[in-house]
């Protein structure tokens, strides 16, 4: 039967269109933006209170091949931007050919709360990821690093390294590891040919590229923490940004601990830190003679103070993903399109 009832059930709408800007889009709007700019504001704006940040939505599946399969919608507004960032991935696609990670990012109206715009979102994912590297390193005394060692070289360790060795004159060396050693091969192979003044190596296990690494990125897929305390090397910082390679021993052990928001990381026990904060074994606040949260990278670029390196121990980052950094990049990219007509018009009615 044909669904003819639906013919004139509503007047005829008022023309809308909708932005959508694919990779090659989103790469040339990127060029005009200074995207680290970006997602410091959007950090310091988080802290002030002037964005919003609804808990996110994780829905989770096992594909024909087992593997770990998962959506996240993660919408958030901030400084009057509203949006919504919809991130999904499978640790199967790399076997396929494909990025693990991908989906959209979208701009809401202010208004009409329409979508007004939809980009592709992996490239934008690693960006958002490593600009607040970046921050992270600068705000914790970390801004001018000679040695790096880099743990998982998929998709975010290739913006990471082209992000920081595109700010960071002074790295002299990079320590590569993955479990699959063709992609640490082939990351060290494209990272040598375009910075040829920085030594490449490729370690065969993780405590040997953190060996003597004065940053180190987590940047792999795991879900149970390997990293134990030992491994560390003294007066370093880890960047933690795949949340569950460090062992509780390692998390509990550190120095200093920075994080982008608490309650986000509190509410989502599934990571080891959030874990560990509702076991009451780190507080969320300094405290005496317990493990603690030190202070979030808002706080920490509100006040301007860069902490003192520790000479002994160690500090961590660890960057649980706000979407509102998401959404404030997003905006930048809506609002740069708009100035170069980059992009495609798609009718909606
Ligand atoms: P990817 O699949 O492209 O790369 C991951 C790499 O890690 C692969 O090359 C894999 O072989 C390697 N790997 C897996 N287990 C390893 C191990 N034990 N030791 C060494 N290497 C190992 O993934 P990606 O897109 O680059 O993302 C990396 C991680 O970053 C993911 O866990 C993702 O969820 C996380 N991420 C975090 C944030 C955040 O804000 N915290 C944002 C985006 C992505």
């Known amino acids: 039967m044909a669904n003819t009832w639906l013919t004139g059930a509503l007047a005829e709408p008022r023309p809308e269109n909708l932005l959508y800007l694919g ?8 060029e005009g933006i200074d995207v680290v700019a970006t997602v410091r504001d959007a950090l310091i704006r988080h802290h002030a209170g002037e964005t919003v940040l609804p808990s996110e939505a994780y829905l989770s599946w096992h594909n024909s091949r087992g593997a770990y399969t998962r959506s996240i919608g993660m919408p958030g507004a901030v400084a009057g931007s509203y949006g919504m960032k919809i991130i999904n991935a499978s640790v199967s696609n790399p076997a396929l ?18 979508v007004v715009a939809v980009m592709e979102v ?8 490593a600009s607040v590297t970046a921050v992270a390193l600068e705000a914790t005394g970390y801004g001018d690093p000679a040695s790096l060692a880099v743990v998982g070289c998929g998709t975010q360790a290739r913006v990471h390294l082209a992000l920081l060795l595109s700010r960071h004159g002074g790295i002299r060396s990079v320590a590569l590891h993955d479990t699959r ?3 640490a091969e082939a990351l060290a192979a494209d990272s040598a040919a375009r910075y040829p003044g920085v030594g490449f190596t490729v370690a065969g296990t993780a405590a040997e590229a953190m060996n003597g690494a004065e940053v180190v990125l987590f ?9 134990e305390p030992e491994w560390v090397t003294p007066g370093s910082v880890l960047v933690h940004v795949s949340l569950a390679d460090l062992t509780d021993d390692a998390l509990l052990g ?7 928001d608490i309650a986000l990381i509190a509410e989502n026990p599934r990571r080891p830190l959030g874990r560990l904060i509702n076991e009451g074994r780190i507080a969320t606040t300094p405290s005496a003679g317990r493990p603690a949260i030190t202070a979030t990278l808002g706080e920490l670029l509100t006040t301007g103070s860069v902490p003192a390196r520790p000479d002994d121990g160690y500090v961590i980052v660890n960057p649980f993903g706000l979407g509102v950094l998401d959404v404030a990049l997003f905006h930048a990219v809506h609002r740069r399109a708009a100035e170069t007509g ?3 018009r798609l009718p909606v009615f």
């Not at 050919?97 to 709360?113: H, I, S, W, Y």
């Not at 992996?122 to 990821?129: E, I, P, Y």
């Open 97 to 114: 050919g494909m990025e693990r990670a991908g989906g959209l990012g979208l701009c809401f109206d202010r208004e009409t709360a329409r």
């Open 219 to 227: 940047l792999t897929t795991v879900s149970e923490g390997y990293v």
């Open 342 to 344: 980059a992009g495609q």
């Open 122 to 129: 992996g490239l934008l994912s690693a960006v958002r990821t």
């Open 181 to 183: 050693t063709a992609s």
């Open 23 to 30: 990779r090659p889009d989103v790469v040339r709007c990127l």
């Open 254 to 260: 550190a120095a200093a601990l920075y994080v982008d």
